[in-house]
Nanobody, 114 residues
């Protein structure tokens, strides 16, 4: 499985960005996709995930501001990020969880200026 993430960038506080992650390869093994992030000096943490059945899970810090969605026809998962805060600044990594292992994208940088 290969993951191609895109959509990061620089935005002012209160702004919005949308991240995309397209999966290719042996994707029938994937049962969950989502996003993690790693801020400066911090450990990687969950942002949001969605299962093949459409069940979404969010970190408390992003609930009500971020929305995860997927386009099954395109094997793509999206993360709509609204009301961004400086503390959302991080490298965002796409995850695809398979039957026997996890796959990670290359990371895309999101910088929120105050």
């Amino acid at each position: 499985v290969q993951l191609q993430a895109s959509g990061g960038g620089l935005v002012q506080a209160g702004g919005s960005l949308r991240l995309s992650c397209a999966a290719s390869g042996i994707i029938f093994t994937i049962n969950r996709m989502g996003w993690y992030r790693q801020g400066p000096g911090k450990q990687r943490e969950l942002v949001a995930t969605t299962t093949s059945g459409g069940n979404a899970n969010y970190a408390d810090s992003v609930k009500g501001r971020f929305t995860i969605s997927k386009d099954s026809a395109k094997n793509t998962v999206y993360l709509q990020m609204n009301s961004l805060k400086p503390e959302d600044t991080a490298v965002y990594y796409c995850l695809a969880a398979g039957w026997d292992r996890d796959y990670w994208g290359q990371g895309t940088l999101v910088t929120v200026s105050s």
